[in-house]
């Protein structure tokens, strides 16, 4: 049984998510307590999965939050030609991020290492460059903040790069870390349908669900890893906000804190 405390973060949570019929994982940044006392604007900051694929009732209600912008971080190969109706009806610009070494090769070693902790210590590394070989793509991501767009920004599965955006948007907006990392994690509930459909195709075909699973969900370990690398090499995230890729924080915090 829940505590009331807990009720009450889950009862956010899912004041947070926009259920669709298509697209999944598609949550609202809104309600967060952030800098100086104040609370993220709802509507204006939409984070989530691969919206390419909405339904027509799908692309109407996400007309509804009039985005300026549509950011996806995802590269040419994870795209597809049945994502035309979506790319007609808004102002998608792409800003791919590598996804990391996730070839054939690669993931046959993982699976032949019969080591969960393998496949844990590839995402850790994998986290480990987003705040040192994407830059120019964060940097980018967040002029758009200090530009006052209304943005829904993607991946593929909204969890692992647009988890790391998320985080340098909540930073930068004041967010706590530890609401940080909460707004992170719910990524596994949210995705938690669609894992389960890969797993239990991975079962059929007689391979290791269990070494897979690390690289489908999200672990604090993950994002922490960012967090120290951030800590260590830059001298903390407001530094590396500020000095290192050059973003105007109080003009973000002008533009979505109520």
Request: hydrophobic share 45%.
């Amino acid at each position: 049984m829940l505590s009331s405390s807990d009720a009450q973060a889950q009862g956010m949570q899912d004041d947070r998510h926009i259920s669709f019929e298509a697209i999944r994982n598609i949550r609202d940044l809104g309600g967060y307590p952030a800098a100086g006392g104040r609370r993220i604007v709802p509507g204006r900051l939409l984070r989530g999965a691969n919206p390419g694929m909405a339904s027509a009732a799908d692309i109407d209600k996400l007309k509804s939050y009039r985005l300026d912008i549509v950011l996806d971080f995802r590269t040419e190969a994870e795209k597809h030609s049945a994502e035309t109706a979506f790319a007609s009806s808004f102002n998608w610009i792409a800003e791919p991020v590598m996804v990391g070494n996730l070839s054939q090769e690669v993931m046959l070693t993982l699976l032949q290492s019969g080591n969960p902790e393998n496949s844990r210590q590839f995402m850790i590394d994998f986290y480990r460059t987003f705040p040192v070989r994407y830059q120019a793509q964060f940097r980018r991501f967040l002029k758009l903040a200090e530009q006052n767009n209304t943005m829904l920004y993607h991946c593929t599965a909204g969890k692992d790069r647009t988890g790391f955006a998320s985080a340098l948007l909540m930073a930068a907006l004041g967010v706590e870390r530890a609401a940080i990392i909460d707004n992170y994690l719910e990524s596994n509930r949210y995705n938690a349908a669609a894992n389960a459909q890969v797993l239990a195709k991975l079962f059929k075909a007689e391979l290791a669900p269990e070494l897979i699973a690390p690289l489908l969900s999200v672990e604090a370990a993950y994002m922490e890893a960012s967090f120290v690398l951030i800590d260590e090499e830059y001298g903390g995230m407001d530094q590396y906000l500020r000095q290192v890729l050059d973003i105007d924080v109080e003009r973000i915090r002008e533009n979505y804190l109520v």
